[in-house]
C-alpha cells in the first residue's frame, strides 16, 4: 500500500510538471509593465510567487511587474467570464519582457463561472439578434426640441431585459450624446418633497453613445428588475453642450410585461 501512495504521488508531481512546461511562458522584468489582455473582463487572478505584483487597470486587462530583479518564476492563472487559463512567468532581461500578451481564445479552457448569470459575449450575440427584429413598441414613444424617441423592443433572456432603443434627430444640428440615464420614478409628482426616485445601471450596451447627425439605435442590458403601477421606467438622454436638448421616453411597467424571448 505505501509504495501504492509513493507511486501515486510521483506521477502526481510528474504530470504538475509537465502541465507546467507545456505553459506559455510570460518574460517578465522588473523595469516593465506587462499587460495580459483579455477578450473578456477578467474576474479572478491568482500570482503564485510573492516576488510579481499584479493589478487590473480596466476590466479586460491584467498588469503585472516584479516588486525587484531576480524574482522568482511563478505560475498566473487567470479566470474570465467563461474560460480559464495558465501562463508560466519567468525573469528575463529588460530588453526580452513582453510588454503586451493577449489572451487567445482559442488556447484557453472553458469554464462555467457561477459568479457570472450571462457572459458579455452572450449579451452582444442577443442584442445583435434584437437590432434584427422589427420594431414591436410603436406607441411608446416621445418627442421634444426636434429630437424623437421610440423604444422598439423589449426582451427577456435568463435573468437579463434587453431594452432596444432609437434615436432620430429631426434637425440640421447633429447630436453628441453626454449621457443617457435609466430610472425608476413617481409617475404622478404630487409634491417635490415626496418624489421618489432610483436609477438603475445597464450591465451592457452594445455600442458606445457618442455623435450621430440623424440616427441613432443600441441596446441595453439590465438584471430584471420590477416596479409598481404607479411608478414609471425613464430612459433620459442628454445632449453634451450646457444647454443641450434633452428628451425623456416613459415606459410602464405593462410594457415590460410584453417583453419577448430572443
Not at 47 to 73: E, Q, Y
Not at 84 to 94: E, F, G, H, P, W
Not at 115 to 121: I, L, T
Amino acid at each position: 500500500m505505501k509504495k501504492l501512495f509513493l507511486l501515486y504521488v510521483l506521477f502526481a508531481l510528474l504530470f504538475s510538471a509537465s502541465a507546467q512546461d507545456s505553459l506559455q511562458v510570460v518574460h517578465v522584468h522588473e523595469s516593465i509593465s506587462t499587460h495580459i489582455v483579455s477578450p473578456e473582463p477578467i474576474q479572478y487572478v491568482d500570482i503564485s510567487t510573492d516576488d510579481v505584483a499584479g493589478d487590473i487597470p480596466v476590466a479586460n486587462i491584467l498588469r503585472v511587474k516584479p516588486k525587484h530583479g531576480g524574482a522568482k518564476p511563478g505560475i498566473i492563472t487567470i479566470v474570465g467570464e467563461r474560460f480559464i487559463i495558465q501562463y508560466k512567468l519567468a525573469y528575463s532581461r529588460a530588453d526580452r519582457a513582453d510588454t503586451e500578451v493577449r489572451i487567445d481564445p482559442t488556447q484557453v479552457d472553458d469554464y462555467l463561472n457561477p459568479a457570472v448569470a450571462m457572459s458579455r459575449e452572450d449579451m452582444a450575440r442577443f442584442a445583435l439578434l434584437a437590432l434584427q427584429r422589427k420594431p414591436q413598441f410603436n406607441s411608446v414613444t416621445t418627442k421634444g426640441q426636434g429630437m424623437r424617441a421610440r423604444l422598439n423592443n423589449i426582451y427577456t433572456v435568463g435573468d437579463y431585459f434587453f431594452i432596444d432603443l432609437s434615436l432620430r434627430n429631426d434637425t440640421n444640428i447633429p447630436y453628441t450624446v453626454d449621457q443617457i440615464r435609466f430610472k425608476v420614478e413617481d409617475k404622478k409628482v404630487v409634491k417635490a418633497t415626496n418624489f421618489q426616485q432610483v436609477e438603475l445601471q445597464p450591465s451592457f450596451q452594445l455600442y458606445d453613445t457618442g455623435h450621430f447627425k440623424r440616427k441613432y439605435r443600441n441596446v441595453f442590458v439590465f438584471r430584471k428588475f420590477t416596479f409598481p403601477e404607479e411608478k414609471v421606467f425613464n430612459i433620459e438622454v442628454a445632449e453634451e453642450q450646457i444647454s443641450g436638448r434633452t428628451i425623456s421616453l416613459k415606459i410602464d411597467y405593462s410594457d415590460i410585461l410584453h417583453a419577448d424571448t430572443l
